[in-house]
């Protein structure tokens, strides 16, 4: 059963960087990672997708709200997400979540495996 936690949420100034990380477990064979992510949700809005990565490689696919100040990656034994976040906006304030799939998609809806969400706070 695949599990996902995540951390490294902060508050931190408007342009400054934080470093989201999710250790996933139980998912080494599994397909339902063949694509892992995350998304983001403030209050009174919509779930939304920031950047998704494929299992076996390749560049990640990214929101166009994050493209050029967000990057996704993951590490060698593929069990952990990064997502480096640089230059943020009081428009990326949200509880972030990690999420996996069978493949890539930034629509919320079509995600079934979430972790419990880690918050980012950026003040001006």
């Known amino acids: 059963q695949v599990q996902l936690v995540e951390s490294g949420g902060d508050s931190v100034q408007a342009g400054g960087s934080l470093r989201l990380s999710c250790v996933g477990s139980?998912?080494?064979?599994?397909?339902?990672?063949?694509?892992m992510g995350w998304f983001r949700q403030a209050p009174g809005k919509e779930r939304e997708g920031v950047a998704v990565?494929?299992?076996?490689?390749?560049?990640?696919t990214y929101a166009d709200s994050v493209k050029g100040r967000f990057t996704i990656s993951r590490d060698s034994a593929k069990n952990t997400v990064i997502l480096q976040m640089n230059s943020l906006q009081l428009e990326d304030t949200a509880m972030y979540y990690c999420?996996?799939?069978?493949?890539?998609?930034?629509?919320?809806?079509?995600?079934?495996?979430w972790g419990q969400g880690t918050q980012v706070t950026v003040s001006s």
């Open positions: 139980g998912y080494r064979y599994s397909t339902s990672t063949n694509c």
């Open positions: 999420a996996a799939a069978p493949v890539c998609t930034l629509v919320a809806t079509q995600i079934r495996q």
């Open positions: 990565i494929f299992r076996g490689g390749g560049s990640g």
